[in-house]
């Protein structure tokens, strides 16, 4: 779904219907950041931030961030240090209390079951991330966008307080250069004394059947579910498994061997989600008889009242849905990732090549930022979606820089997050979505009225309910 739409109230309205809500962790730390310069009116951060059990760190994120009333809305919002290898302890604070406050949200006030995404390609934050889910109990820890075997061990260590590290890739790396992680040691930012927190369960995002395979046949890396995501999901898509082919609108071209068999799965013996176009009642059905215990659904939730999408890319997306058709394109060179991504092709936001090409290119979050060697050996960090001289002072071809969308703006964007800019300039945001908008338009059409809308509730009854034509 992106940044912070699948935030703590659409996680929270799931749980309560009976079902695992799942929590964005994308970019937390940006998130918590900006919703306190916003004023957080309602109060919900800060509350959350006083159960945190860490003295001092709530004191220390409030003074550097929490603007009484919120700040101006012509005013930049105040950055947030970014990751590399040797991260600062503010902002690893600051990541661990960003995952609490979202998941301690999440479950207040009921007891069913919060899970938390992260995407194995932002690696950086991930330790510091888990562990402050885990502190306020999260349920399940769900991480896909390339192979999570490192997970089951790093959640292990977690769990008892020991220092553990996490595997980073860093382009043009040597053998020389010996191997690269990022480290975190959690009794460095506890009390003495304090329990570790409960470990949760881990379910690993595959798009094949080999991976899971793989996966399952190592204790070390064998998960406790599975989360088998087709390429009609939205968001990040695994690349098509054969030769790289386009079609005649740019698109990447799947076939047969980017389709998992349900059954095969099944053979794992490990309970599995099906994602990616099942989200009718039908679609349900098929993916339960094959075997799985049930599905993974994003576009109807992405689109509901308690979603985080800003309400006007929310209300245009859905007027799109309830004429039949929203424009949804499979864009293998917007994200700086390299991975296929999946945009809703609405004006005014960066897939029109207009507001694209108008935008002056910045990367001030650095959420998607790739290490890299330097000449004398040093670890750097660039990102294609850079301006073009940086990226290729950087160590980067000018060709990768082709089309990129600085995703990590446009997704704050999408969420109404986005930075102000001198001359009134306001980032534009990134909207995505799946390509299957059937159960949008069966919802709307349960709930006329003046304005195209439903809730979460709506989403878990359909789903549950007889199938429709």
């Not at 690696?123 to 390339?146: E, K, Q, R, S, T």
């Not at 071209?253 to 990616?276: C, K, N, S, T």
Request: glycine share 12%; proline share 8%; charged share 20%.
């Amino acid at each position: 779904m992106g940044v912070a739409i699948s935030g703590w109230q659409l996680a929270r309205a799931v749980s309560q219907a009976g079902h695992l809500g799942v929590v964005s962790g994308t970019a937390l730390e940006v998130v918590c950041a900006r919703r306190l310069q916003q004023g957080d009116l309602g109060g919900d951060v800060r509350r959350a931030l006083s159960r945190f059990p860490v003295p001092g760190v709530a004191e220390r994120i409030l003074r550097t961030y929490y603007v009484a009333g919120g700040k101006a809305a012509t005013a930049p919002f105040r950055p947030v240090l970014r990751f590399s290898l040797q991260p600062s302890r503010a902002l690893a604070e600051l990541t661990i209390a960003a995952n609490f406050v979202e998941v301690f949200l999440a479950k207040e006030g009921h007891d069913g079951l919060i899970g938390i995404n992260y995407l194995r390609k932002i690696d950086l934050p991930i330790p510091f991330a888990c562990y402050g889910a885990m502190l306020a109990g999260v349920d399940h820890v769900l991480v896909g966008a390339g192979n999570p075997a490192d997970l089951p061990a790093l959640l292990d260590g977690l769990a008892r307080h020991q220092p553990v590290e996490l595997p980073v890739r860093v382009r043009g790396g040597t053998s020389a250069d010996g191997e690269h992680a990022i480290r975190f040691d959690p009794r460095a930012y506890v009390t003495p004394g304090q329990a570790p927190p409960r470990r949760p369960l881990f379910d690993a995002i595959v798009a094949s059947v080999d991976l899971a395979a793989a996966l399952a046949a190592n204790p070390a890396t064998r998960p406790d579910g599975f989360i088998v995501e087709g390429h009609e999901a939205g968001g990040h898509n695994a690349p098509p498994r054969g030769p790289r082919r386009l079609d005649d609108a740019g698109q990447p071209v799947y076939d047969d061997r980017d389709e998992v068999d349900p059954g095969q799965m099944a053979e794992l013996g490990i309970p599995f989600w099906m994602a990616g176009s099942y989200s009718t009642p039908a679609a349900v059905a098929r993916a339960v008889s094959a075997g799985a215990a049930g599905v993974q659904v994003g576009t109807a939730f992405a689109y509901c009242e308690e979603s985080g999408m800003a309400p006007e890319w929310k209300r245009r997306v859905l007027e799109l849905a309830a004429r039949g058709a929203v424009p949804v394109l499979t864009d293998g060179r917007a994200s700086p990732t390299g991975f296929p991504f999946k945009v809703v092709q609405l004006p005014g936001t960066l897939a029109d090549e207009e507001v694209y090409t108008a935008r002056d290119r910045v990367c001030d979050l650095g959420v998607l930022r790739t290490p890299y060697r330097k000449a004398d050996g040093a670890v750097g960090y660039h990102c294609p979606a850079e301006p073009v001289t940086m990226y290729r002072n950087h160590g980067g071809r000018e060709a990768n820089t082709v089309g990129r969308r600085c995703l990590c703006n446009g997704l704050m964007a999408a969420a109404g997050l986005a930075q102000q800019r001198a001359h009134d300039y306001t980032e534009p945001p990134v909207i995505t979505a799946g390509t299957d908008f059937t159960g949008v338009r069966h919802l709307l059409r349960r709930r006329p009225g003046d304005r195209p809308t439903y809730h979460a509730a709506d989403v878990v009854a359909y789903l549950l309910g007889p199938a429709e034509d």
